[in-house]
């Protein structure tokens, strides 16, 4: 057996044991809470933890792009969510191809989205799906009012090749109850004009654990739940001992007592700070501070240390946002304990468009 | 011909003349200074450009991993500079493979670096060149005054298997002279020992065009230069009409009058600030502000704009970062004005460690 500290640095390492307590324990909360889990892939974007979430329960999946959805319809997993405005003649066709061998819904906030969908799905043998994509906060995409909400649903349910889904949200995070107070309003408009919608989908890990007091929503969609990261640490949505990607990263140079050099710079951790201080929490050194990346060195602060690394030394790091860091690796190692189990490529890896 | 805005989205287009006149441009420069050009590849990670500023009179290349070693050895492209600490016995491995083939040189900032570096070279027919890496202000890797560096340098010289090369320093921007001073009175102490460095490689391109007040340099070793970028073009190092790496996006929502929305997010122009307000320059609404990112969405305040785009519509951003850009998509569009040239796989992307 390999002793993950025997592995070659920079690697991300995957905790396959938190893993699974990550899935099974959002799996029980949405099951007493009676909502559908349709987890997001962004984070992993590995088939594997896709069909192990829905061997556990969940309905489908949520991808963000048309190249991940291809990836996991090439792996077998459907249903697939994409919960973006498919726009253009290349997305259009790709997402006809798509429709055509597994069950895809999409979602609009736009009537020039809807018209595009429509026309391209006029002489479909099944309709398309649409959900209409909702701001209840977050200020990204989605329309911004329940009214505005109903247009766009009469609009879906009168084009042709078109069928009404549901409405979906991606919610800022603590806005709970304005995202809540949204989603019903549009239900109820919805209800009364004879478009009561099947699902309403909200999302998130930030405010997971508050998800069944969204009353109307019918379905979840968390991504960074499977891993944690230390910014949901820090929202308290887990534990740093819920955490299941670390990068294992080496000090390669101690120029000063107080600074250590890693080779896990932007490269491997991204610039992504989610408002936290540092750029990740060091296992071993809770107290170091990692003050800046550049692309291929990250930069230590040990002055608040009494034990401090060697060169050559090899530290985990649990990143801030942990979906950014599965988009620059080729391939993860999957371990239990301190031992390796298997490496893996990032099958979605890079699917930017 | 193919026009660049019937290219799927988002994708990274790359302005060959633009490239070429910014790698004649520099090394005019460093000709007319009698100092040599020593590229880092990171910011392309493409051989062709490697091979084109050698053409056109670069001495070798940088590389920043052992990882895009191998890529440009496979490719053809030596010399190859490694400014690294390389350690632990799978990249000594690594290294030992790439000398027996190619001309390769290292960087060492402590003696743990230079007697691993020894123990994997003693036996080796050719010795290893190994330079002194110096913190000249960075406040990164490297020896902390020129005392240390002829320390070393001596560590090095007396070291089976290695040679003593010179010395090396990635500077702080904007403050060359305590980078020159450092240099200078590094390079006395050595001659005056009899271990006069043969090369002093200094680095960067924000502070490029001042690079031959840094007398005792042999040799300069930028890398965004061949791209430039929103950060360099505010550090007065260009003008945009000089950056030859554009991210193409599609507005796909636009929620509010204020605000569209891009299929462009962190995953195609990271999260670098370098220091910048927003995330990138959007050619055709110079007024508009990126505001925020998400994995797949990026966030646009329009309300200093007159003119304002559709949805739909796709628009050239100038990134604040062009290097990191180069790391997250798998192929990039050569273009000429408007028009697709070809597309080319980025053959360094991703290569970790």
Redesign the interface.
């Given at each position: 057996m390999t002793d993950i500290l025997e592995l070659?640095?920079?690697?991300v390492l995957i905790d396959i044991d938190r893993v699974e307590a990550n899935l099974a324990r959002a799996q029980a909360y949405a099951d007493a809470h009676g909502l559908r889990l349709r987890p997001h892939i962004?984070t992993h974007k590995l088939p594997r933890f896709a069909k192990r979430a829905m061997e556990l329960g969940a309905v489908g999946i949520t991808v963000?792009?048309l190249g991940e959805a291809e990836v996991f319809a090439d792996a077998g997993v459907a249903p697939i969510f994409l919960p973006?405005?498919i726009?253009?003649a290349?997305?259009l066709a790709r997402l006809r191809a798509l429709h055509e061998r597994i069950d895809i819904s999409v979602t609009a906030?736009?009537a020039?989205?809807i018209e595009?969908l429509s026309r391209a799905f006029a002489a479909s043998p099944r309709p398309l799906t649409v959900l209409v994509e909702c701001?209840t906060g977050m200020?990204?995409?989605?329309?911004?009012s329940p009214e505005a909400a109903l247009a766009l649903a009469g609009k879906i349910a009168n084009s042709p090749g078109l069928r009404f889904g549901g409405l979906m949200t991606y919610p800022a995070a603590g806005q709970v109850e304005a995202n809540a107070k949204f989603l019903s309003s549009a239900k109820t408009l919805l209800t009364q004009v004879g478009l009561p919608p099947e699902t309403i989908s909200n999302g998130g890990t930030p405010d997971l654990w508050r998800a069944h007091e969204v009353e109307a929503a019918t379905e979840h969609r968390p991504g960074t739940y499977i891993y944690m990261d230390r910014s949901q640490v820090a929202r308290g949505v887990g534990g740093f001992e819920d955490c299941a990607l670390t990068v294992l990263a080496?000090v390669?140079?101690?120029?000063?007592p107080d600074?250590a050099?890693i080779?896990a710079g932007?490269?491997?951790l991204?610039?992504?700070?989610l408002g936290m201080d540092g750029f990740g929490l060091i296992e071993a050194y809770p107290g170091a501070v990692i003050t800046g990346l550049?692309?291929?060195?990250g930069?230590i602060d040990l002055s608040a240390c009494a034990a401090r690394p060697?060169?050559?030394e090899k530290l985990r790091i649990i990143p801030n946002h942990a979906?950014?860091v599965s988009?620059?690796?080729?391939q993860v190692h999957l371990i239990s304990g301190d031992h390796l189990v298997e490496t893996v490529p990032v099958a979605a890896r890079?699917r930017?468009?």
């Open positions: 070659d640095t920079p690697c962004k963000q792009k973006y405005n726009i253009g290349a997305k906030d736009s020039e989205t595009g701001d200020g990204r995409c989605g329309v911004q080496t390669v140079s101690r120029p000063t600074r050099i080779d932007s490269k491997a991204t610039s992504d700070t550049s692309e291929e060195h930069t060697a060169i050559g979906c950014v988009n620059l690796f080729d890079g930017v468009d």
